[in-house]
């Protein structure tokens, strides 16, 4: 029976960087030979990394987009990696229009390609409005093993892909994936690898993109499954990682190409069987983290990917002794490096001792840099000048706090990380231009209760390993206050967090109406003062910076409201 | 022959205002019903306001939408309007998914209903995110007058629900739209109208929306054409406005309905044909506006309908003395009257006595509130406590006024105006939370040049109408400057804005790249140069506030790079 040995290259691309891309591929696949395989493959649109945005109807874009791939092809020859045949995503335009595609190189050359059929337009994804869907599929026959290809969502329809590689008959299906992280995301791939396995009736290697993009966070997870339902590898999450695994296939099916249901098959030959080999043994199967540990990973990637991505090497961000700026800080740690971090504690006429306390303790527990700036003397001038009483005096507080680490980020090349979270930001409890300035904001996805249990959750790993717990017990503990006059609690203006992150999750992540929520249990009233707070506070959201993506209905790219809005629930 | 006149309610709807929305058909179909009409047709879904983004898929919302319809079926009847019939778009939710619908209402009731075929998804438009495509056209018969509906882009598509309804029999082809305003777009709709009434066999009348709406600003421009091209009525641009027109219509065609082509055709009987009456003259037809006065009335709609319908009632921005936020005063004079117009000149140390006196000057011209804020007490508190220096000195002072304008509007409710334009916005030259603080930016999508062209015409009028030109001589003469250190002019960190604007034009406007650029004739230096400061700037841009889009690629919703972008052109 032929054998092959594939390799899936778990990898972390960058958007736009085609030649950072394609020198990934090239030292990726130089991986894959020296575990002596026969063909890797990389994640759907590994050359111009995934999402390409408006890059996708830009001519020039797509023209290099399609020269990258054919240089690529010389270059995996002249490093002496042409006899493996390397599955490689790209931006393709051809006369229909753009394509999210991938090819087969081999020997120096382009040698076929296949353009994605079902192009998801819900959630993150506007493919719609990008690509044109494909209509053909190309089985190449590596080995004496026919290999079919199906991208992305092409695994997820019914009848789709698959299923025509299975009426046409294949030996194995490759997927290339970008298939940003998800709270209990990973859930669902298995069985839908599984289903979709059985459905060609033949193994499936599913591989996805590692790393983050802006808001988005991939999260590897990349699966081998036999066409029985049996998990033969699974990769790690959240790190760039090859998987080696040796088939030993049956072939001797039926094999069609032409037209078969929606989809024209074309048969492309590579190689024939090669002589018997010794196989490796079966790779590990990672498991998934647990969810605490998972989201703080993907909080953890998402921040550096964004930071390194964009050409920075430190952050600064307000020290306020609160446990949102605390879990900020343990995040940006892990991340970068305690020496890449900086916290500014910027201590008003308002701000308790336990505020500074409590930020120098958690900078000693860290060991990132730490000063403080009193904001007195910027705040007494505007409230002087402009005579600011109430909500005006409390704002300019947040806004001098913001603007003083602008000066900093300015001054040194800092990015200033915001450290609000997303409670805070569905009911608007933010001041624009002052706590909501920044470049990244780490925990904008991560609901209040959330955040109180991601802090216990790195302290008792942190206890585990026999390390210092990163944030103060204090900071986890203590009343939430934002201390813009004297005395003030979160609980002032807001609701119990855990009554109103119930709330929310239900109003904004399960896009509940009001009388669903009242049938729910809830208090009308509250009901009334919650949704009225969302609904206002669209704007507020759309300026506050992109953040870390973990749930399906993150306030950031794929959700939309419009801000003037005379809709009101209930 | 029957006879049918009809009206065209070219009204102003706000997104989610569902009962003011419904009392505004009510309120048109009574002026329908005074001028005698038939029929009244108001824009594509105008019950719900266009568009409707996220609210689409909330399922309160969508039912919310489908009860206000029957409840206006029902108030027009209690009103005695129920014998018109009138064609009222809303937002339908079925067992399919969420539509973008229109009904007609007669007699208290729902008696025929239609959904929109094609749905745009390029530019300002997504509709295949947000909506499912119908598949059925609902032909109605009014005063023994056969009138079929074609929604929005169903005009244009060639062979589609137009030529379905040429070949079921129409006599009339009636269209909702919420056709968004660009520069030169009048130029398109004209022709096109036209070439679907050709196909139809039939007069088209073609209702448009007029209002602002977030970025997006309708521009109205109703119309009507008989078969053979013929321009019978056209409405003016960016006023509410009722056209009424009397139809005596051939009838007698062949009348299929059921399966015709991809469209189920029903027919639906409402009355037969009525005594002769006497017919109105033919409406008037009014003239296009010419570029400046149409972009300048764009401006001015999008500015007040975005103020207003936010329930703000003044607005707040910094007078510099220069060209922009000069332009800015006088469309916020002509938008909302001089007394909710404050302009504050915030000057510095490095603020020249011309910026003080020009926008005195432009203050005396207009009647705007006019006050005095030295920025220098904050500044030096920053500088000082900080150690700012170079740019970090330069964006304190800018960030300094942003914080100023804030402060004013939290203390005295106005609503924050950006002053930046378009050409500043493509390649950065703003600082992030200073003068891009604000709720709305008015000139965000007007190149500079485009700028000092509308301050011109602007002043011209004025003179033509034997007013005060608002905007001081020494305001469009002098050379721009960002005053941010002793003697800076605008040349020194960018082009002269004649050759900036050209090029900017093709690569953001034209998407054309920089190989393209540089055979054009531009200076390869100069290209490497502005590309490499636009595509840098995206981020920055994103921040900014919305303003009124005037052209197909402004720097708002519908375009959208990466910011994490690896990709440099050239």
């Given at each position: 029976?032929?054998?092959?040995r594939?390799a899936l290259?778990?990898?972390?691309?960058t958007?736009?960087?085609?030649?950072?891309?394609?020198?990934?591929?090239?030292?990726?696949?130089?991986?894959a030979?020296?575990?002596?395989?026969h063909?890797?493959?990389?994640?759907?649109?590994v050359?111009?990394?995934y999402?390409?945005?408006?890059?996708?109807i830009?001519t020039?874009?797509a023209?290099?987009s399609?020269e990258?791939?054919?240089?690529?092809?010389?270059?995996?020859e002249e490093?002496g990696?042409?006899d493996?045949a390397?599955?490689?995503?790209?931006?393709?335009?051809?006369?229909?229009?753009?394509?999210n595609?991938?090819?087969?190189?081999?020997?120096?050359r382009v040698?076929?390609?296949?353009?994605?059929?079902h192009?998801?337009n819900y959630?993150v994804?506007?493919?719609r409005?990008?690509?044109?869907?494909?209509?053909?599929?190309?089985?190449v026959r590596?080995?004496?093993?026919?290999?079919?290809m199906?991208?992305?969502?092409?695994?997820w329809?019914?009848?789709g892909?698959?299923?025509?590689l299975?009426?046409?008959?294949?030996?194995?299906v490759?997927?290339?994936?970008?298939?940003?992280?998800?709270r209990?995301?990973?859930d669902q791939?298995?069985?839908?690898?599984?289903r979709?396995a059985?459905?060609?009736?033949?193994?499936?290697?599913y591989?996805?993109?590692?790393?983050?993009?802006?808001?988005?966070v991939f999260?590897?997870?990349?699966?081998?499954?036999?066409?029985?339902?049996h998990?033969?590898?699974?990769a790690?999450?959240?790190?760039?990682?090859l998987?080696l695994?040796?088939?030993?296939?049956?072939g001797?099916r039926?094999?069609e190409q032409?037209?078969i249901?929606?989809?024209?098959?074309?048969r492309?030959?590579?190689?024939?069987?090669?002589p018997?080999?010794e196989?490796?043994?079966?790779?590990r199967?990672f498991?998934p983290l647990?969810?605490e540990?998972?989201?703080?990973?993907?909080?953890?990637?998402?921040?550096?990917?964004?930071?390194h991505?964009?050409?920075?090497?430190?952050?600064?961000?307000?020290?306020?002794?609160?446990?949102?700026s605390?879990?900020?800080?343990?995040?940006a740690?892990?991340?970068?490096?305690?020496?890449?971090?900086?916290?500014?504690?910027m201590?008003?006429?308002?701000s308790?001792d336990?505020?500074k306390?409590d930020a120098y303790d958690?900078?000693?527990?860290?060991?990132?840099h730490?000063?403080t700036e009193?904001?007195?003397?910027?705040?007494?001038?505007y409230v002087?000048?402009?005579?600011?009483t109430?909500?005006?005096?409390?704002?300019?507080?947040?806004?001098?706090?913001g603007m003083l680490?602008?000066?900093?980020?300015?001054?040194?090349?800092?990015l200033?990380?915001?450290t609000?979270?997303?409670?805070?930001?569905?009911?608007?409890?933010?001041?624009?231009?002052?706590d909501?300035?920044?470049?990244?904001a780490?925990i904008?996805d991560?609901f209040?209760?959330l955040?109180?249990?991601?802090?216990?959750?790195?302290n008792t790993e942190?206890?585990?390993?026999?390390e210092?717990?990163?944030i103060?017990?204090?900071?986890?503990?203590k009343?939430?206050?934002?201390?813009l006059?004297p005395?003030?609690?979160?609980?002032d203006?807001?609701?119990?967090?855990?009554?109103?992150?119930s709330l929310?999750?239900?109003y904004?992540?399960?896009?509940?109406?009001?009388?669903?929520?009242?049938?729910?249990?809830?208090?009308?009233?509250?009901?009334?003062?919650?949704?009225?707070m969302?609904?206002?506070?669209e704007?507020?959201?759309?300026?506050?910076?992109?953040?870390?993506?973990?749930?399906?209905?993150?306030f950031?790219r794929?959700?939309?409201l419009?801000?003037?809005?005379g809709?009101?629930?209930?």
């Open positions: 029976m032929p054998q092959l594939i290259a778990q990898v972390n691309a958007v736009g960087d085609l030649s950072g891309n394609a020198s990934l591929v090239v030292d990726w696949t130089r991986k030979r020296e575990g002596g395989a063909l890797v493959v990389f994640p759907e649109m050359l111009t990394g999402p390409v945005e408006d890059l996708a830009r020039s874009f023209r290099a399609a990258a791939l054919e240089s690529l092809a010389r270059t995996l490093a990696l042409g493996i390397t599955f490689v995503g790209y931006l393709e335009h051809d006369s229909v229009g753009p394509r595609a991938a090819a087969v190189l081999h020997g120096g040698v076929a390609r296949q353009c994605k059929h192009l998801p959630g994804f506007d493919e409005r990008y690509f044109k869907p494909g209509s053909s599929l190309d089985i590596i080995n004496g093993v026919e290999v079919g199906a991208i992305c969502e092409d695994l329809q019914d009848h892909p698959t299923s025509a299975g009426d046409a008959g294949v030996d194995l490759v997927s290339p994936n970008a298939s940003p992280y998800e209990n995301k990973d791939r298995l069985p839908l690898v599984i979709r059985a459905e060609a009736g033949a193994p499936l290697a591989c996805n993109l590692v790393g983050g993009q802006d808001e988005l999260d590897g997870d990349s699966l081998v499954v036999s066409p029985d339902g998990l033969i590898g699974r790690p999450q959240f790190v760039e990682h998987m695994v040796d088939f030993d296939l049956p001797g039926e094999y032409g037209q249901g929606d989809f024209y098959v074309r492309v030959f590579i190689s024939d069987a090669i018997a080999y196989p490796l043994p079966a790779p199967v498991e647990s969810d540990a998972e989201v703080w990973h993907a909080l953890v990637t998402g921040l550096r990917d964004y930071v991505k964009n050409g920075f090497r430190s952050v600064v961000f307000g020290l306020s002794g609160g446990i949102d605390a879990v900020v800080a343990a995040l740690v892990d991340a970068l490096g305690a020496d890449s971090v900086h916290g500014i504690s201590p008003s006429s308002y308790s336990h505020s306390s958690l900078a000693q527990r860290t060991g990132l730490f000063t009193p904001i007195g003397d910027m705040v007494s001038v002087d000048q402009l005579k600011l109430g909500l005006a005096e409390e704002n300019i507080q947040a806004r001098c706090r680490l602008m000066g900093l980020s300015n001054q040194h090349g800092h200033v990380l915001a609000g979270n997303k409670s805070e930001l569905a009911v608007g409890y933010s001041t624009i231009y002052g909501a300035v920044g470049g990244y780490p904008k991560v209040k209760t955040v109180f249990s991601l802090a216990r959750w790195r942190a206890e585990k390993r026999g210092v717990p990163p103060p017990e204090n900071s986890i503990t009343p939430p206050s934002a201390e006059r005395g003030q609690v979160d609980t203006s807001l609701p119990d967090y855990d009554l109103l992150d929310l999750t239900l904004v992540d399960g896009d509940r109406g009001h009388d669903d929520l009242i049938a729910a249990g809830f208090d009308p009233a509250l009901v009334d003062r919650v949704l009225r969302v609904d206002k506070a704007y507020k959201r759309r300026q506050y910076p992109p953040g870390t993506k973990i749930s399906i209905k993150a950031g794929d959700r939309r419009p801000i003037t809005n809709w009101r629930e209930g």
